[in-house]
């Protein structure tokens, strides 16, 4: 199995703060990567996938890169809608998630 | 726009079977280019993809769970359905259904949408 692990779990930022999450797969996945926005109660939400291809009707401050074993979600100004746990996903070999990344508001 | 809404008992004995429905609205289950996927989220931990079935009924499971999982597709009805015999407590856990895309010409694929997911307890 292909281990995603996310970092940091959980993280404290203010509204406007610039945020970052990173992700990292235990073999290279090329940019077979994706990654979601889970509320409490809701269904996650795609947000990018293709490792930095942004999903139709996401807004602009959210952008991923990377390649091989190393990936990144980036927020350029966070908003208060954003305050959500971030999982990242391997779709290379069948699927695999990584723990999330709770964003809090600090 | 395609909507997902898991149904199912949310409360099932030690070694029973669990079995959960998802309703497809807004689309066609029939449709080329899907897979219909089942994940699960244990309280406390990460997500797990189980399993899926795709548009001509061919599945494909997560071998950690594949002896005792199995997904089928009522296109009747516009829904797909997941079954887990001889569950235990390490099997509770909130469970989503969700569409998977594969984009066209490549294995670039992801899920979109998800239901808001169903907490099944496994209790004794």
């Known amino acids: 199995d292909i281990q995603m692990t996310q970092s940091p779990s959980s993280l404290s930022a203010s509204v406007r703060d610039r945020v970052t999450i990173t992700c990292r797969a235990s073999?290279?996945?090329?940019?077979?990567l994706n990654w979601y926005q889970k509320k409490p109660g809701k269904a996650p939400k795609l947000l990018i996938y293709?490792?930095?291809s942004l999903q139709s009707g996401v807004p602009s401050r959210f952008s991923g890169s990377g390649s091989g074993t190393d990936f990144t979600l980036t927020i350029s100004s966070l908003q208060p809608e954003d305050f959500a746990t971030y999982y990242c996903?391997?779709?290379?070999?069948?699927?695999?998630f990584g723990q999330g990344t709770k964003v809090g508001i600090k | 726009q395609l909507q997902l809404q898991e149904s199912g008992s949310g409360l099932v004995k030690t070694s029973q079977t669990l079995s959960l429905t998802c309703a497809v609205s807004?689309?066609?289950?029939?449709?080329?280019?899907?897979?219909w996927s089942w994940i699960r989220q244990p309280p406390g931990k990460g997500l797990e993809w189980i399993g899926y079935?795709?548009?001509?009924?061919?599945?494909y499971y997560n071998p950690s769970l594949k002896s005792r999982v199995s997904i089928s597709v009522d296109r009747s009805k516009n829904q797909f359905s997941l079954k887990v015999s001889s569950v235990t407590a390490a099997d509770t856990a909130v469970y989503f259904c969700?569409?998977?895309?594969?984009?066209?010409?490549?294995?670039?694929?992801?899920?979109?949408?998800w239901g808001h997911g169903t907490l099944v307890t496994v209790s004794s």
């Open positions: 969700a569409r998977g895309i594969w984009s066209g010409g490549s294995r670039y694929n992801w899920f979109d949408p």
């Open positions: 807004g689309g066609s289950i029939s449709s080329g280019g899907y897979f």
């Open positions: 079935i795709n548009h001509s009924g061919s599945t």
């Open positions: 073999q290279s996945i090329s940019t077979f």
């Open positions: 293709g490792a930095s």
């Open positions: 996903q391997q779709s290379y070999i069948s699927w695999t």
